[in-house]
């Protein structure tokens, strides 16, 4: 069974300052995504990671797969409160199944 | 207009009642996904679709039921209410083209009293 693990959970940093939330999990994995979630919104698709090495950017985030070690990270660059919101990575076990596992969620918060 | 709508946004009902949430997609994709947001939980799969003939079982199946009416259409029942259904239900869709992502309706929260 696939599991995806985040950490931190809750996250609570300065505006200006760098972080990076985890992701690993627990199979060999084919692609992963990341999504931010708004309170009461739905969810918005952020990058999708396809393979070994795979580095993404938007904007103050980026994003990047290292699948030997079964882990992604999200980097934020000079956070600004915009940034707060909720964010997921979910992982797809075996390729074009797309049966995605989410995990728990990285709640970010930014303080002026 | 929003590519995946579900209806309704907010519903209130009580143990032991039918409930139908609806999810309508106008991105011609094939394949329509139905999940359940609790807290401190992220998101988890109660049913998938891949086309109008597949259905098949999620995570989490166990006291829903769902129909895929066309491509474009796709609806979780909830035979009989139970307090613990109370949740964020989102409705999602994909392409099968190699490189997609699942897009996500606007959410249905459900209270079941």
């Known amino acids: 069974e696939l599991k995806v693990e985040q950490n931190p959970l809750f996250l609570s940093m300065q505006e200006g300052k760098n972080y990076t939330i985890y992701c690993n999990y627990s199979?060999?994995?084919?692609?992963l995504y990341w999504y931010r979630q708004d309170p009461g919104k739905s969810l918005e698709s952020l990058f999708v990671?396809?393979?070994?090495?795979a580095v993404k950017q938007e904007g103050r985030l980026m994003a990047s797969l290292d699948t030997k070690a079964r882990l992604s990270t999200l980097h934020i660059t000079a956070a600004v409160h915009d940034l707060s919101a909720t964010y997921f990575c979910?992982?797809?076990?075996?390729?074009?199944?797309?049966?995605?596992?989410f995990g728990t969620g990285t709640r970010l918060t930014i303080i002026p | 207009d929003a590519d995946v709508t579900q209806t309704p946004r907010n519903r209130i009902t009580k143990t032991g009642k039918r409930i139908m949430l609806e999810c309508s997609q106008t991105?011609?994709?094939?394949?329509m996904y139905w999940y359940r947001q609790d807290p401190g939980l992220g998101l988890r799969l109660i049913y998938y679709?891949?086309?109008?003939?597949?259905?098949n079982k999620g995570e989490i199946s166990d006291g829903y039921s769902v129909s895929r009416q066309a491509q474009a259409k796709f609806s979780l029942s909830l035979e009989s209410a139970i307090p613990n259904q109370t949740a964020l239900y989102f409705c999602?869709?994909?392409?099968?083209?190699?490189?997609?992502?699942?897009?996500f309706g606007p959410g249905t929260r459900l209270t079941v009293l």
């Open positions: 999602a869709t994909s392409d099968f083209r190699g490189v997609d992502t699942q897009y």
């Open positions: 199979t060999t994995s084919d692609r």
């Open positions: 990671l396809l393979s070994n090495g």
């Open positions: 979910a992982v797809e076990a075996n390729f074009g199944n797309e049966k995605l596992t």
């Open positions: 991105k011609g994709h094939d394949r």
């Open positions: 679709s891949f086309d109008v003939k597949d259905i």
